[in-house]
């Protein structure tokens, strides 16, 4: 059904059609845009997906073997040194333009000695997992980069979804109704006029 406040001219039919054309255009790009943001989210998800278990199963070895030495260490030792770290872990994010979506990158850097304690009051154990961990780090903060990037891309192509569906199934299905409606209006009018002039003919031809 046509609006209300829809004039029914010959102008008013042109700039529909043109704003149909500009429409359609926002419509194409609007949806090439959402098949592109799918299929990087994809392939993120999945890397994400496969590096997230790989991470969990090394994370679960890593405190098997902390816990096993922990068996044999002084609690009060470890808290000393809880309270008193050589490290220093420094992480930078920038953000990437995707498709206009922002992303995050981000970067980690270590500095100082995972192993800041006597060697005499502790284990090989604990030495062990500390260096693993402090090698899983980087992995660890690329994860959360990852899983920022394919939240953030979620939402966009929600978003997106949304401004299609809007176009395809709301703005642009009234623009036609509009249109049919001056079309059809006009037609008529044409129609009257040819019939008045006929009968001016025909009084005239009497």
Do not use: C, W
């Not at 790989?54 to 000393?80: P, Q, S, T, V």
């Not at 040194?81 to 992303?103: Q, Y």
């Not at 966009?156 to 409606?181: C, F, G, M, S, W």
């Amino acid at each position: 059904m046509a609006k209300e406040n829809v004039i029914p001219t010959r102008q008013e039919l042109m700039r529909l059609k043109n704003k149909r054309k500009s429409v359609k255009r926002g419509h194409k790009l609007l949806k090439d845009k959402r098949d592109n943001l799918v299929q990087i989210f994809m392939s993120n998800y999945r890397i994400a997906l496969k590096m997230r278990g790989e991470l969990e199963e090394k994370y679960g070895e890593i405190m098997k073997r902390y816990n096993f030495a922990m068996l044999n260490i002084d609690e009060e030792y470890l808290e000393l040194l809880a309270k008193n770290p050589d490290t220093k872990i420094r992480i930078f994010s920038e953000t990437k333009n995707v498709l206009g979506v922002k992303i995050p990158e981000m970067d980690v850097k270590v500095s100082g000695n995972f192993l800041n304690y006597s060697l005499a009051q502790t284990n090989h154990h604990l030495d062990v997992s500390l260096k693993n961990l402090r090698e899983l780090l980087p992995d660890l903060v690329k994860l959360v980069e990852l899983e920022f990037k394919v939240r953030r891309l979620a939402t966009e192509i929600e978003k997106t979804r949304r401004r299609v569906n809007a176009l395809e199934y709301v703005i642009l299905p009234e623009i036609d109704q509009n249109v049919h409606y001056i079309q059809a209006k006009l037609a008529e009018d044409a129609l009257q006029t040819t019939v008045r002039l006929m009968k001016m003919k025909v009084k005239i031809a009497d």
